[in-house]
């Protein structure tokens, strides 16, 4: 959501503040340095939580940032989002300084239904503004019996500490040619996996210039428009996608 004047936020939470719901911060992870696994606890019983939705948080007077949740439970009044603290921006810098306890609102779930769940072989490339969307999705495609692999483009800094990627995602290093490092690793699946998925369900995320060539590799493999879903969550330059 991008950057509005102050009057206009104010307005939206009023207008909305059917879908707004006050959450408290119950737990702090950090994965790595770089990215922060926070734990939120509300009252939100009678929300249907579908995986690739979104939350959005009021990060200062004129901003407001989209967080894609890695786990939800309604029942239990519970949902996770692991954050990647790039450090530029006002959304890093609120996300940074979460601490336990802390109140925030939230704007409730929104967006459509990701998961294709017609398909049996799913495809995820991603990077780190993805990680809880993957972690959500894997954990569907898993419960359903089905197939999942994937890419991650990472920078240097993620790589260079441990980060727990569940099994069935490679890491690749990003590059100033985007998607070109994970464009190669694609185009070196031996023959008889890439027949398993050349028709499966294909989730391409995260910086949009690295969408744009991925795609353009998929579409030069053979896989069809309509088997490929997209989400950029930022673009050099650009602030507020």
Do not use: C
Request: proline share 4%; glycine share 8%.
């Amino acid at each position: 959501m991008p950057k509005v004047p102050k009057w206009v936020a104010d307005a939206m939470e009023s207008v909305f503040s059917g879908q707004i719901r006050k959450v408290a911060v119950s737990e702090i992870t950090y994965l790595n340095p770089y990215i922060k696994k926070v734990t939120f606890r509300g009252e939100f019983s009678k929300v249907i939580f579908k995986p690739g939705q979104a939350i959005s948080i009021r990060v200062d007077e004129t901003n407001f940032r989209n967080y894609t949740p890695s786990y939800w439970d309604s029942e239990k009044g519970i949902f996770e989002v692991i954050f990647h603290l790039h450090g530029n921006g006002p959304g890093s810098s609120y996300i940074s300084g979460l601490q336990l306890n802390d109140l925030l609102s939230i704007v409730l779930p929104r967006g459509f239904d990701l998961y294709r769940k017609e398909y049996n072989y799913h495809f995820l490339f991603g990077d780190e503004t993805t990680i809880g969307l993957f972690e959500s999705l894997q954990q569907l495609i898993e419960e359903n019996g089905q197939n999942y692999i994937g890419i991650m483009e990472l920078n240097t800094d993620t790589q260079k500490v441990k980060l727990n990627i569940r099994n069935g995602l490679d890491v690749v290093s990003s590059s100033a040619n985007k998607a070109q490092n994970a464009i190669s690793l694609l185009e070196s699946l031996p023959e008889r996996v890439w027949k398993l998925w050349e028709n499966g369900a294909f989730y391409l995320m995260g910086n949009g210039r690295s969408i744009q060539n991925f795609r353009k590799a998929l579409l030069g493999k053979g896989v069809s428009s309509r088997n490929i879903k997209t989400q950029p969550y930022w673009v050099e330059g650009k602030i507020g996608l």
